[in-house]
């Protein structure tokens, strides 16, 4: 279960209106990807969805049920951001384990949790080493370790590979889609790589100054692109 549903999302700082009436439907189990040009207010819809900002108004629905009053850590979702933001002091498995730890979880459910999501992204032989003994591609992978062993509902991901060099991106990409085959969970993703919106999406969603312009398949957008914005985004000529 991670179904989304946005309606009239708006979110406005100070005077500026950073989103204008967003609607939305993620289904359960579908890969979604955000694009747009910066500052358009990608990170804000993402932060809006997490509960790390409040909608000016609008709603927020999972599962059906409205989650505007509801705290971001009770909402059943994990989100991974570019900087990989680990705890210097602590091994991996300890930065894996934390969110569990904090929630009471059992040590020896914890050790299971940390112990499957490090064999799921080849981190078992890193597991005492603390952050700064990592590569970047490797920490990336130990802040996705953290969300998995949540068990999300709904992953979302704000350029989780913008940090990482050409060949790291590629391997990690190949991970998360692998991951999402396998966790069947609904994950959505900002990204401004044409590549990782092509190949992983099932639905893209393009945004532009706080609005959406089109939403459909890669394909869909590709072809057929609703106006001359998105075809600079993704479409082919027109
Ligand atoms: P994107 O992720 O698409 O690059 P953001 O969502 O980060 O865009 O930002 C959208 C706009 O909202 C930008 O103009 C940014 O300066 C503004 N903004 C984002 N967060 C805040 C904030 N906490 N206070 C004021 N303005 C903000
Ligand atoms: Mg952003």
Request: net charge neutral; glycine share 10%; hydrophobic share 40%.
């Amino acid at each position: 279960m991670g179904s989304l549903q946005l309606k009239s999302i708006r979110k406005t700082f100070g005077s500026h209106e950073v989103l204008k009436g967003i609607d939305l439907e993620v289904k359960d189990g579908e890969f979604v990807i955000f694009v747009g040009p910066s500052g358009c207010g990608k990170s804000t819809l993402l932060r809006t969805i997490a509960g790390l900002e409040d909608a000016t108004s609008g709603s927020v629905q999972i599962d059906g049920v409205e989650v505007g009053h509801v705290a971001p850590a009770k909402r059943g979702i994990a989100m991974v951001f570019q900087s990989y933001a680990l705890y210097p002091h602590l091994t991996v498995k300890d930065n894996m384990g934390l969110g569990l730890k904090q929630a009471g979880v059992a040590k020896a459910e914890i050790e299971e949790k940390v112990g499957k999501a490090a064999g799921m992204l080849s981190l078992d032989p890193y597991l005492a080493r603390r952050p700064a003994e990592l590569s970047g591609g490797q920490r990336q992978r130990v802040a996705i370790g953290r969300a998995i062993v949540r068990e999300p509902k709904l992953f979302l991901f704000d350029e989780p590979l913008s940090n990482l060099d050409a060949a790291l991106r590629v391997n990690t990409r190949l991970e998360i889609a692998r991951l999402h085959r396998s966790l069947k969970a609904t994950m959505i993703y900002v990204t401004h790589d044409q590549v990782e919106a092509m190949t992983l999406a099932d639905k893209i969603v393009v945004l532009n100054a706080g609005q959406i312009e089109q939403v459909g398949s890669p394909m869909e957008l590709y072809n057929h692109p609703a106006n001359a914005f998105v075809a600079g985004f993704i479409g082919s000529p027109q």
